[in-house]
């Protein structure tokens, strides 16, 4: 194989409030908890259907764990732009090893969107420089409207 891509685009809402935690070295990370739903109708029963997927989100980037610390709440709709990664880790209660899936927001080719209403901008990783979105380019979104339809 000639190269390999590890990239994750995501547009979803929070399932919980941020978590922010300090590492070892002393720096902030915080973990989000992002969930994706698709919506059909059965074709059988003309019933409504929905799946959702829960993903879990690391921001090691210090910027960006400030935004996430200041600005996102349980609802947010954000956008994910990041980077797979598995990690390996010892449970202490069962003391087997257990293996979590997540999406690692750092480095250059990494960024975190506010979408909806309550969010006015968003941020990306390129040195962490601010984007603001434009309010007219913004669809106002309720954060307690979770039925709505998102189509991806």
């Known amino acids: ?14 399932g919980a409030d941020p978590e922010i935690k300090q590492m070892v070295n002393g720096k902030s990370v915080a973990r989000l908890s992002l969930a994706t739903s698709q919506t059909w109708k059965d074709k059988s029963t003309g019933e409504k259907k929905e799946k959702t997927e829960w993903h879990r989100i690391v921001v ?24 797979l990664a598995t990690r390996k880790w010892n449970d202490e209660k069962s003391g087997q090893d257990k293996y979590s899936t997540e999406i690692l927001i750092q480095g250059y ?44």
């Open 109 to 152: 080719n990494s960024s975190l969107t506010m979408l909806g209403s309550g969010n006015s901008g968003g941020i990306k990783n390129d040195n962490t420089q601010s984007k603001a979105n434009n309010p007219d380019e913004t669809s106002e979104v309720s954060q307690n409207d979770m039925d709505d339809e998102i189509p991806f």
């Open 1 to 14: 194989m000639a190269g390999s891509l590890n990239k994750v685009l995501l547009i979803g809402r929070l």
């Open 60 to 83: 090691f980037n210090e910027g960006l764990v400030n935004v996430v610390q200041q600005y996102l709440k349980k609802g947010a709709q954000v956008y994910i732009e990041g980077q």
